[in-house]
């Protein structure tokens, strides 16, 4: 039976991008797969699987198809977060899709991957 895996994120540089995504979501690096052009990362609390990285050579896309939503449960949380990644190194997108009164806001990794900061509390924009 076919069953959906985790996201895999293309980076140019693993151990950078290692040390970026679980610092920002509290994730820990395993054995599994590891190599030169792949890291697996895991929920520290067990629960398995989370995200994937993997070396790549193309670019980011500026406006990307899929990208991952990351949640928070109120605005105060979302602002803290979104201040807590930009210290880690996350830049602020200049994104022209913002709808008036957004519930998210527009992050990029190192690389440049678009993600999303979500205020569940004020989901969904419209």
Same mark, same amino acid.
């Given at each position: 039976m076919l069953s959906l895996g985790f996201p895999v994120i293309g980076v140019t540089d693993v151990p950078r991008a290692e040390a970026f995504w679980t610092r920002a979501l509290n994730l820990v690096a395993t054995e599994e797969w590891h190599g030169d052009n792949w890291r697996t990362l895991n929920h520290a609390d067990g629960r398995g699987r989370a995200l994937a990285l993997m070396r790549s050579e193309s670019p980011a896309e500026p406006k990307p198809r899929l990208h991952l939503d990351l949640l928070v449960e109120t605005t105060p949380e979302q602002q803290a977060e979104v201040e807590? +990644? +930009?210290? +880690?190194?996350?830049?602020?997108?200049d994104w022209d899709g913002y709808p008036p009164d957004p519930d998210f806001v527009v992050l990029a990794d190192l690389d440049g991957n678009i993600f999303c900061v979500v205020d569940l509390s004020n989901a969904p924009s419209g």
């Open positions: 807590r +990644l +930009l210290d +880690l190194g996350a830049q602020r997108v």
